[in-house]
């Protein structure tokens, strides 16, 4: 089971203009519905295409804000705000409608991936965090979906919290590269959260505090005779094989099994192959190889097409930092108030009005084969992706498992055209805005 949610974060964990323009909304008694939408303008250099994650953190933020006593004294003291706009503050909960796409959707520029209803106060003050949430996990889980594609089945360990930009970044990667297709990560706070499976083997300082490698190697295999996973390139990596080689008898009296070996530098495709021959000679053929050690997307595919004998790779820092693409041109935007539909018309940033639906159609391959944005009321052919999460403040069905939500991802990617699944830039994925939109758009674009 997963583990008890985090705690809350600071309902100051905002832009202080969300502050100030709620005030003034409050003041003017400006607190009619007000429709925002999260989507991507444009996706990032040589990606085809991005998938939704962070849903399931956004919920639990919107379920459980509220400012705290200490939050609402540091508000009085601050000078930002009036006295009587903090005693509005202490009343709010969000009490507004969500209609998302589920985590592990595919998505495209200019689609609506969340759509929130709200009192325009409430769905203003949470655009900093949501935008947080979503464009974070997002990014994450669609780099960690390249690295799956191309690894072609072999299993991939997240190894990236010590390289992370924070804690919480840390933890969420994992979640995210977990629900990309990741087995498993390092992280230990994301198996007890998440359940996500943990795995570790050793450091180089292990090995560097004994005086010979061989005891390293045998004092870590006793004292964890389930998981015997060392580490060979502490000084010379195919010297260290033999001492494998040579080790493993008197663990085999023991009743121990090597399980694996980790190679962390160097030319890994060239050790891999050397220490697979030597594990092979010493017959160790059950003993797998896995390899770190700053691999992205294009080190993993020269390893794979290379046919290089290794069995697993661990990724840290590129992908929990998203390291070709850190970031995501993305945003939240209103749609429509007090029933007027909106329009933002800035140079190069351009919003199109109303409440939105995405609907997707296949191919007799199965693959995806085109979206069209539309309005909500103007149905089309396809699959509607946008789903309603919450209403009236609450969330409509208990959480989904990271484990389902992974399994569902695995479904969505085998449904990516294959030109989309490479490193190489292609044609991009066909979205359509509908008739009904542009219309809508120019419509209220007379009106100004």
Not at 253 to 258: M, Y
Not at 400 to 425: F, V
Request: net charge neutral; glycine share 8%.
């Amino acid at each position: 089971m997963t583990g008890p949610p985090l705690p809350p974060q600071s309902a100051l964990l905002t832009d202080l203009y969300q502050l100030t323009m709620l005030q003034t909304y409050v003041e003017q008694g400006m607190e009619e519905p007000a429709v925002f939408e999260f989507f991507v303008r444009k996706l990032p250099a040589h990606r085809g295409f991005l998938l939704a994650a962070g849903l399931e953190q956004v919920i639990e933020y919107l379920e459980t804000l509220r400012f705290s006593d200490w939050e609402l004294d540091w508000l009085k003291t601050s000078g930002k705000v009036s006295a009587s706009f903090v005693d509005y503050l202490a009343r709010l909960r969000f009490g507004g409608d969500v209609q998302a796409m589920p985590e592990g959707t595919p998505l495209f520029p200019n689609e609506p991936v969340l759509r929130l209803i709200a009192p325009l106060p409430q769905a203003q003050l949470v655009e900093t965090r949501l935008i947080n949430l979503l464009h974070f996990q997002t990014a994450i889980a669609s780099k960690a979906a390249r690295l799956v594609l191309l690894a072609q089945g072999k299993p991939l360990i997240d190894f990236g919290l010590r390289r992370a930009h924070g804690a919480e970044a840390g933890l969420l990667a994992a979640r995210a590269s977990y629900l990309a297709g990741f087995v498993g990560t390092a992280t230990v706070l994301a198996g007890a959260q998440f359940n996500i499976p943990v795995y570790g083997t050793m450091a180089h300082s292990f090995v560097q505090a004994h005086t010979d490698e061989s005891d390293a190697f045998e004092r870590f295999a006793r004292s964890h005779p389930d998981n015997v996973v060392l580490l060979l390139d502490t000084y010379d990596t195919e010297a260290a094989a033999e001492k494998v080689v040579a080790l493993a008898p008197r663990l085999t009296q023991r009743g121990i099994t090597i399980t694996g070996v980790r190679l962390d530098s160097g030319d890994l495709a060239a050790h891999a192959r050397q220490v697979r021959r030597i594990l092979d000679d010493g017959g160790l053929r059950h003993v797998q190889i896995l390899a770190s050690g700053n691999i992205d997307e294009a080190a993993l595919r020269r390893l794979v097409e290379a046919e290089a004998p290794i069995d697993a790779f661990a990724v840290g820092t590129h992908v929990t930092t998203s390291s070709d693409a850190p970031y995501m041109d993305c945003a939240y935007k209103l749609q429509e108030y007090a029933g007027r539909p909106c329009r933002k018309r800035s140079e190069g940033k351009a919003t199109w009005p109303g409440r939105k639906q995405v609907y997707r159609t296949y191919g007799p391959d199965g693959r995806m084969a085109g979206d069209i944005v539309t309005l909500e009321s103007d149905t089309q052919d396809g699959t509607a992706l946008l789903q309603p999460v919450m209403q009236a403040g609450k969330r409509l069905t208990a959480p989904r498992q990271p484990a389902d939500i992974r399994a569902s991802i695995a479904g969505a990617l085998a449904h990516i055209p294959e030109p989309l699944r490479t490193l190489q830039d292609g044609a991009p994925y066909p979205v359509r805005i509908s008739q009904a939109l542009q219309d809508l758009a120019a419509s209220v674009d007379r009106g100004r």
